[in-house]
């Protein structure tokens, strides 16, 4: 059993409850109580087997949530910036020619230890050979959503969709009954699937009960032509027609939604994830996401790939994803900070359907917790902490992290990778991709 004492309970809950000075007790995996001042005795016999810690006053809250992400892509971090046509010039040729098992795995450990570090313990993640990114995420320790990628772009673990889905029935026979890795199938996007392959991953979901489907929607204007050539359509109404929209679709970045849409998509019942940061990078706009929360619908805060965005810690991302709504707004009033540190926990815990589990410190969810520092001057004084997490903190800050009771970090060393050999394979498989494309290695 272990109990964090002196600490600044920011607990997340249905009520956003804080204790300015307050004391949480776990065990095992769960969250057995909280509360402000001291804790309450115990009895002599488990005093003997109890670890008390005191947090000097550091604020503890649920761990981050990232509901979108393709992990391996830390390997293609900074690569061809400012480069409109990226995609088809490095990223796809790089995949097809040099994404094998093992790069996958080093590329996903790469980007669990900066996840660690920056206090997310949960994430979404789709791409390819992604019961290797599971193993990671298990051999890490944190919480993760596993989805194989399906495409007809020439990916490098499929040739057909036959081979893709057999891909998906692997992944979700090894991890079926996994405490912290749920498997997941992730049709790439309207143009890179086609309808008959969502309505091939809406019959299968329909096979799978509560399989969460992951899907890039109404991201770019090249989607928007390519569903009004093919379909008279708009995307949305694409996936509805393939069946998508009502089967645990978690939706990232829907950037081209009306209010039609948007409200279909509440119906539905379709969670997003929102990727402020990468969206603003390539220049494709803002997305809707106050009026998608205000119909209902939850909105996680997502990273995106390391290569879109280039960091996987959400604190780059909160400032952006307030501000932006605030320039839609022209207002100081849009996203204020509580809501951006909602979406980061108890609301992104939603959109993976998880909020019975995690997203907030609350007896009998899961012990998913970190521990952060309010001491740097560029946090004080700390007036409102919502806005100190969402506008002066960085994951520097973070000092412990916890998944299932069991601690990732202590004081800032994380203890279940080896983070010497994790950066040193990262760079070696960078530097053979930089070969590959002629451009000057890392």
Same mark, same amino acid.
């Given at each position: ?27 095992? &995996? ?13 009895? &002599? ?21 990232? &509901? =979108? ?33 093992? *790069? ?15 206090? *997310?313990?949960? *994430? ?26 399906? @495409? ?25 009954? =996994? &405490?912290?890795?749920?498997? $997941?199938?992730?049709? =790439?996007?309207?143009? $890179? ?31 928007? @032509? ?10 949305? @109404? ?14 990232? =970045? ?53 290569? $879109? ?15 932006? @709504? ?117």
């Amino acid at each position: 059993m272990i109990t964090l004492t002196n600490a600044r309970l920011l607990t997340m809950d249905a009520e956003l409850t804080e204790h300015r000075r307050g004391w949480l007790r776990i065990e095992g &995996p769960v969250i057995q109580g909280l509360g402000p001042g001291e804790p309450p005795e115990m009895s &002599p016999h488990a005093a003997e087997n109890e670890t008390r810690i005191d947090c000097g006053g550091d604020l503890v809250m649920p761990g981050f949530v990232n &509901p =979108h992400c393709h992990m391996p892509m830390t390997l293609f971090r900074g690569l061809g910036e400012d480069v409109d046509d990226r995609l088809f010039r490095y990223v796809l040729p790089l995949e097809r020619q040099a994404v094998t098992p093992e *790069v996958v795995a080093i590329g996903a450990r790469h980007a669990a230890l900066e996840m660690i570090r920056a206090g *997310v313990t949960c *994430v979404a993640d789709m791409y390819y050979y992604e019961t290797e990114i599971g193993r990671v995420i298990d051999e890490a320790g944190m919480r993760g959503v596993v989805g194989q990628t399906l @495409a007809d772009f020439d990916p490098p673990d499929h040739c057909d969709m036959d081979e893709g889905f057999a891909l998906c029935d692997a992944l979700f026979e090894e991890f079926a009954s =996994h &405490p912290r890795v749920t498997p $997941s199938i992730a049709p =790439h996007a309207p143009y $890179s699937t086609g309808t008959h392959v969502m309505a091939r991953v809406a019959e299968w979901a329909e096979a799978h009960p509560g399989a969460i489907v992951q899907l890039h929607l109404a991201e770019m204007a090249s989607e928007m @032509a390519w569903c009004a050539e093919h379909h008279n359509a708009r995307p949305v @109404a694409v996936v509805d027609q393939a069946g998508l929209l009502r089967k645990r679709l978690v939706a990232a =970045h829907c950037l081209y939604v009306e209010p039609e849409e948007i409200a279909l998509m509440a119906e539905r019942g379709v969670r997003v994830a929102h990727n402020a940061r990468s969206n603003a990078k390539a220049g494709r706009g803002i997305a809707p996401v106050d009026a998608m929360r205000a119909a209902g619908i939850p909105v996680g805060i997502a990273t995106d790939g390391p290569m $879109s965005g280039n960091t996987l810690d959400l604190f780059a991302q909160f400032g952006a994803v307030s501000m932006f @709504a605030k320039l839609l707004g022209r207002s100081r009033k849009p996203m204020p900070a509580r809501d951006v540190v909602i979406m980061a926990t108890r609301e992104g815990a939603a959109v993976l359907g998880m909020e019975d589990d995690i997203g907030a410190l609350e007896p009998g969810k899961r012990a998913d917790l970190i521990r952060i520092s309010l001491d740097d001057p560029r946090v004080q004084p700390v007036w409102d902490v919502y806005a100190a997490l969402v506008f002066a903190c960085g994951p520097e800050d973070v000092r412990d992290v916890m998944v299932e009771g069991a601690w990732l970090m202590q004081e800032r060393v994380v203890r279940t990778l080896e983070p010497e050999k994790v950066l040193a394979d990262a760079e070696q498989v960078a530097k053979g991709f930089g070969a590959l494309v002629g451009v000057p290695s890392p």
